[in-house]
């Protein structure tokens, strides 16, 4: 079995869940690579949003979680790289359709508002949800696309 690779990163206010959701997929076999915050010092969500991605992308990841207040400010400085699709989701459906329907791979959970078992549901069914491909794959290589044209 190849063992999974997951990215994760936090400002200082998902630092909490971001330990809890790492510590979750170490316990489950993951590769897991922490990026920080560490602790409850503030730092800037897209200092973090822009590593996570970075990194997801050089290293290959399989996957990527990434946590601030609300998911929101992380998600937007995530998505300025070409090739990320990450999804905020604050429910379990959220994240399976983010997966199946957007092929995501990079969840935002906001600390600040969700449930901290809901997040862990959220987690487990966006790392088992595959992309269902069809009508969807063109929708997902329009979003690829202008990423690259904006690019190159």
């Known amino acids: ?8 990163a936090s400002d200082h206010a ?5 330990n809890i959701i790492g510590d979750e997929m170490f316990a489950k076999g993951y590769k897991v690579v922490d990026l920080g915050t560490n602790n409850s010092e503030p730092v800037d969500y897209p200092d973090y949003g ?7 992308l050089k290293r290959n990841a399989n996957f990527g979680f ?7 400010g992380i998600s ?5 790289h070409n090739g990320i699709r990450a999804a905020l989701c604050y429910d379990v459906n959220s ?8 092929d995501a791979n990079i969840l935002a959970l906001g600390e600040r508002v969700i449930e901290i ?10 790392i088992n ?8 794959s063109n929708r997902v290589n329009k979003i690829d696309l202008i990423n690259k044209e904006r690019f190159n």
């Open 1 to 8: 079995m190849t063992i999974k690779t997951i990215i994760l």
């Open 14 to 18: 998902g630092h909490c869940l971001k």
């Open 50 to 56: 822009h590593l996570a991605a970075e990194e997801f």
């Open 66 to 72: 990434i946590f601030c207040g609300t998911g929101i």
């Open 76 to 80: 937007m400085a995530a998505n300025k």
């Open 95 to 102: 994240a399976k359709l983010a997966r199946s329907h957007n």
């Open 117 to 126: 078992e809901i997040a862990k549901k959220c987690v487990d069914v966006f």
């Open 129 to 136: 949800t595959p992309f269902d491909g069809g009508r969807h």
